[in-house]
DNA sequence: CGCCCAGTTGATTGCTATCAAGGAGGGTGG
DNA sequence: CCACCCTCCTTGATAGCAATCAACTGGGCG
């Protein structure tokens, strides 16, 4: 059906192009051919946007989509009704998939929202189902981003199981600059994404044990910060400090 | 090709035939129609067996194939180069599967030992791929083995971060109970397939901090301890205690 | 029978949570 | 444009939980 196209569609059938998104080749689309890409790029249904603080999903939703950062950053995490009690699993940025947690049941087992304003690429499951069938390049994608996820998360039980709360900070500031350099950024100088309320929740501390470890981290001039502002001063004695090799980049 | 059978090969053909495996709906086949399953049954290698302590796969090992547990039991850790410190990052019984963390970049993240001797039925990763593209009931249990872990994983995350340790082990208790009633066990009585030393790595703290917590629970009447035998006297004030609903029947 | 390892129990230290208060931006309204 | 407030963050003092060190017990196994 040919159709004619006005501003709004143009710009609508731009934004999800994969082709010529600087995310490309560490998104979905990375793992596929040409050809794979023209029949994938159809069935991502929009760009979706979402303000800060606004949810995506929540658990218990159903599982509707899949998702691919394109712009902002989000949390995940996991409430506990009872207590009201949270913890935060992850902080997700461009780049990054969402949605898996959803497979096991069709239900998301976490909530998601989102720390500042932010775009993402919805791929519906449905679709997301008739193109594994038919792409064995998404298939492919599909298994490296799972192992990816259960690496990450392996990852960060070993921080939160083993690790004082020193090394957590280190571990994860590494983590976030392999991340920023990953994605052609200064792998140095870099922003946190989220408020020291989130980080100490997800390195499973308080937050003023957070605030201490980022002054005793400046008085072994080890890093600056100010604010959210990060400088990695010395990357080789935060790597000391962190006792854990940098295996691979990763966000959260 | 028609081949006489001598007592050996019959044996074999019948350990790996998952029609008459007991395990066979909360494994693999568990999604797949009839027709489905022969072509899949086919496909597995063999199965494997390893002794107590013996290796499955390690870190850095190319992957070679996934694994479903038939009999006993078995661990998978990180382990830290420098320090020769570990974090133990699951233990996985009957039904479980494995191999998953390979994924990423066809190397094995982490290391899987058995716990005692064990049965695994292997099923090569080239062999999977071809499944995965011809039967659609494998893609999906798949993902729903994928959404399984990561909900796992979610769950220990926040055991480790957020937990005391008497909730830690409280939770951990209920979360085997709940494997034992899926598996058809009793889901009061059970043996601990894991020594002290694994559990308490597993739960983030130290071997005589679960000593106390066990002496604990036990002095408050909610459990009785015999060596690795646990009788659990009174569920709800486990659960009291472990402050976390048991979503999921989930075995780590 | 005795060794050895797994597990328990006790005493102490130390890390981190908690409670409490103070400071610094950023946004809003006057 | 300034004052105010509110949130985020930092800093200090204290308390509590769990790690560590150490000694002991009891099975399992050769």
Known sequence: MVKLLNMNDLSKKQISKCEHCSLRHVCFPGGLSDDELGIFEGSISKVIKIKKKQKLFGRGDKLHAVYAIKAGSVKSFLTNPEDEQTQVLGFHL??????????????HSCDVVAMEDSQLCELPVDNFEQLCEILPGLRKVMMQQVGNEISRHHSLVLTLGKMQTEERLATYLLRLSCYYKSRGYSCTEFNLPMPRHDLAN??????????????????????TILRRQVVIL???????????????????
Chains 1, 2 share one sequence.
Do not use: I, Y
């Open 234 to 252: 010395d990357v080789q004695k935060l790597h000391d400090l962190s006792h854990e090799l940098c295996r691979q980049p990763a966000s959260d």
């Open 94 to 107: 461009p780049g990054d998939l969402l949605g898996f947690d959803g497979f096991a049941n069709q239900l």
């Open 202 to 223: 997800f390195l499973g501390m308080a937050p003023e044990t957070l605030s201490r470890m980022f002054a005793r981290l400046e008085a072994a001039k080890v890093v």
